[in-house]
């Protein structure tokens, strides 16, 4: 499963942060789906190292809009806690995570036109 925030960084801008690949991450093709749908949206993507203490500075900080993951067996799922030194905390359950699944499940399924859908003939 490879691992989403959605956020306001420390300068204020609005932006989806995923670790980039690094040779320790699985190259997933649902990962690549939620980036690029991301992208068609114009939203920010920025694709880097994550340490465990910006995600809770974040939501210490406020900034922490949602966190999902993102898996082939799942598609999206929201992330609803975070423990770390044997706190637990809090994450806020956003909408993103939940439009891109239905997102990409109506491309699966033809329920919408994509680039990535092809309609194949049946006999």
Known sequence: MNFFLYWRNKKGV??????????????????LSVIDLLKEDKVKVTEKLISIQDVVDALKEK????????GTAAVTHPISSITYKGTEYSVPIGTLSGQLKT???DIQYGKVKHSWGKVIDTY
């Open 63 to 70: 900034r922490m809009l949602e966190c999902f993951g993102t």
């Open 103 to 105: 997102r990409l499940q």
């Open 14 to 31: 609005t932006e989806v942060v995923t670790p980039k690949l690094d040779g320790t991450l699985l190259p997933g093709i649902t990962r």
